[in-house]
């Protein structure tokens, strides 16, 4: 019976590795965890209240956040929203809670503004008041600068004419004050007082003059300390090592401001200190979600997953003590020589410095994943995707997918004999997934809370999670992943599960429309 639908670059020769420059400088135009997408998004429970939560982070700070706020099933009369700092003290560390307006013809929606004035890590607490009770949620956000606003070209030929026409009023006025003030009334100013006048005109020119210089010298000063706190994302470099002997995907964190004076130690994210998305490009044919381990302070190695030599671009995402969470990018080539156990001399470096306890090798984290295939494209009322383990994994969600609109990636795994499929945990989450745009443009790791990291959100909210699983409310097999695309495109979609102790992964390609 059918199933029913349900709703480096090489150092030192070490690897025949090279790095995509200009790919690598388009990732570094958007900032924050994820690539591409500076917007949060949060699915949970404020208390008896199913709350989505959007947050638009400004592009300057201070700015104002957009934050929308929807309260499923309706009941509340009063939803308030706050940002508090990492490092706010308990009490009086944050401004009070800011009321969220209602938006007209939808019950359901609340819209508020909150200024950001600081960079750093932030936590914004939901609070819902109703019929049901009251809760509360908490949404981490990282708050960073991705730019200086310029001013206007008009607006600035306006302001320096009015500034030239300024000191020539100052320059005129003095003229006129040495050449006139002290002559009897009706009399006409002589030969001495105009030179005296010019003199004075000129002198009062050349200050003026200096006086411009100065604060031209100051605004400058200004601009390159403001410009400086411009988010940047950390330097990394990518190589294959041999750690045992065997084929270990090394990353180094090469930044000189790693380890600097705003460094802090790395926190656990689904108990994990780096988690590392491989993705094969430019053909969507390749995929692993791999959790290196440090090395030393800087460095982090990998068994290389069971994928082929290829290009490949390499994500890796990580949070520091304060919540403050980001993604490191890299891309990488492995020929088949790299990927040999035992390959030619020297044509791998060998790593010098292997854990004690992997004489043959880095062990494999039981997490750890790969995947190989052509992505399932949308295509009509039913798009399926056949896993490893003869279950299928079938999209529900919507396939009219446009740029910003607020949706539901939802998906629903069949065994192999079609019916439900009961999931495990997978990190604490029912599923985890990673979409990015065909050229690298776009990458996002997201959960069913959304694309919150929960490493962040444990430094910042403690005692505030969203429920582990983000999900335990849905049907069996489905899992849901809140999201708006932030650009059209070409996107592919890889959606992981984990089932009778074994991690699943099914692709889709999807096309996002303006």
């Known amino acids: 019976m059918r199933r029913g639908r349900g709703v480096r670059p090489t150092r030192g020769g070490a690897a025949r590795l090279t790095r995509g420059a200009a790919f690598v400088a388009g990732l570094y135009v958007v900032a924050t965890?994820?690539?591409?997408?500076?917007?949060?998004?949060?699915?949970?429970?404020?208390?008896?209240?199913?709350?989505?939560?959007?947050?638009?982070?400004?592009?300057?700070?201070?700015?104002?956040?957009?934050?929308?706020?929807?309260?499923?099933?309706?009941?509340?009369?009063?939803?308030?929203?706050?940002?508090?700092?990492?490092?706010?003290?308990?009490?009086?560390?944050?401004?009070?809670?800011?009321?969220?307006?209602?938006?007209?013809?939808?019950?359901?929606?609340?819209?508020?503004?909150?200024?950001?004035?600081?960079?750093?890590?932030?936590?914004?607490?939901?609070?819902?008041?109703?019929?049901?009770?009251?809760?509360?949620?908490?949404?981490?956000?990282t708050s960073v600068m991705l730019g200086v606003r310029d001013l206007p070209p008009g607006l600035g030929w306006v302001l320096a004419a009015l500034g030239l026409l300024l000191v020539a009023g100052i320059v005129s006025i003095t003229g006129a004050a040495v050449r006139e003030s002290q002559i009897?009334?009706?009399?006409?100013?002589?030969?001495?007082?105009?030179?005296?006048?010019?003199?004075?005109?000129?002198?009062?020119?050349?200050?003026?003059?200096?006086?411009?210089?100065?604060?031209?010298?100051w605004w400058e000063a200004v601009d390159r300390e403001v410009r400086s706190g411009i988010f940047e994302r950390l330097e990394v470099e990518g190589a294959i090592v041999r750690d045992g002997g065997v084929p270990t995907l090394e990353i180094a964190i090469t930044d000189p401001a790693w380890g600097g004076r705003n460094w802090s130690p790395l926190v656990p994210d689904h108990g994990k200190l780096m988690h590392m998305f491989v993705v094969g490009a430019p053909g969507m044919d390749a995929f692993a979600h791999v959790h290196p381990v440090p090395v030393d302070s800087s460095t982090f190695r990998v068994p290389w997953p069971d994928l082929p030599p290829g290009e490949y671009r390499i994500y890796g995402d990580i949070v520091q003590e304060s919540g403050f969470a980001q993604t490191v990018v890299d891309t990488i080539t492995v020929d088949a020589t790299a990927l040999a156990v035992a390959g030619e001399a020297g044509a791998v470096r060998e790593a010098q410095d292997a854990l004690p306890e992997a004489a043959a090798g880095l062990p494999r984290d039981p997490d750890d994943s790969a995947w190989t295939g052509v992505p399932v494209a949308l295509a009509g009322p039913r798009s399926e995707a056949r896993l490893d383990d003869g279950s299928i994994l079938e999209w529900q969600g919507d396939q009219d997918l446009r740029v910003d609109e607020e949706t539901v990636l939802a998906f629903r795994l069949w065994d192999p004999d079609e019916k439900p499929a009961e999931l495990e945990p997978y990190m604490g989450m029912l599923s985890h997934a990673a979409l990015t745009r065909d050229d690298g443009a776009v990458f996002v790791h997201l959960h069913p809370a959304g694309t919150i990291s929960m490493g962040s959100l444990s430094v910042?909210?403690?005692d505030g999670s969203p429920m582990a699983d983000g999900g335990t409310d849905a049907p069996t097999g489905v899992v849901e992943f809140p999201f708006a695309f932030p650009q059209p495109g070409e996107y592919t979609i890889w959606v992981q599960v984990k089932r009778e102790g074994r991690v699943l992964t099914g692709a889709f390609q999807a096309t996002v429309l303006e």
Request: charged content about 15%; hydrophobic content about 45%.
């Open 184 to 217: 009897p009334a009706g009399e006409a100013a002589g030969s001495r007082q105009r030179r005296r006048a010019r003199i004075a005109m000129a002198l009062t020119a050349v200050g003026m003059a200096g006086f411009l210089y100065l604060g031209n010298a």
């Open 460 to 462: 910042l909210a403690p």
């Open 33 to 141: 965890a994820h690539v591409g997408s500076n917007n949060v998004f949060f699915a949970g429970e404020a208390g008896p209240y199913p709350v989505s939560v959007i947050i638009r982070p400004p592009e300057v700070i201070p700015g104002l956040a957009e934050i929308s706020v929807r309260v499923a099933g309706g009941g509340a009369d009063l939803v308030t929203v706050r940002p508090v700092r990492w490092d706010a003290a308990p009490e009086g560390g944050a401004p009070p809670p800011d009321e969220a307006v209602p938006v007209a013809g939808d019950p359901e929606l609340y819209a508020a503004e909150l200024w950001l004035m600081t960079v750093g890590a932030y936590r914004v607490e939901v609070a819902v008041e109703g019929s049901r009770g009251s809760g509360q949620v908490s949404v981490p956000v």
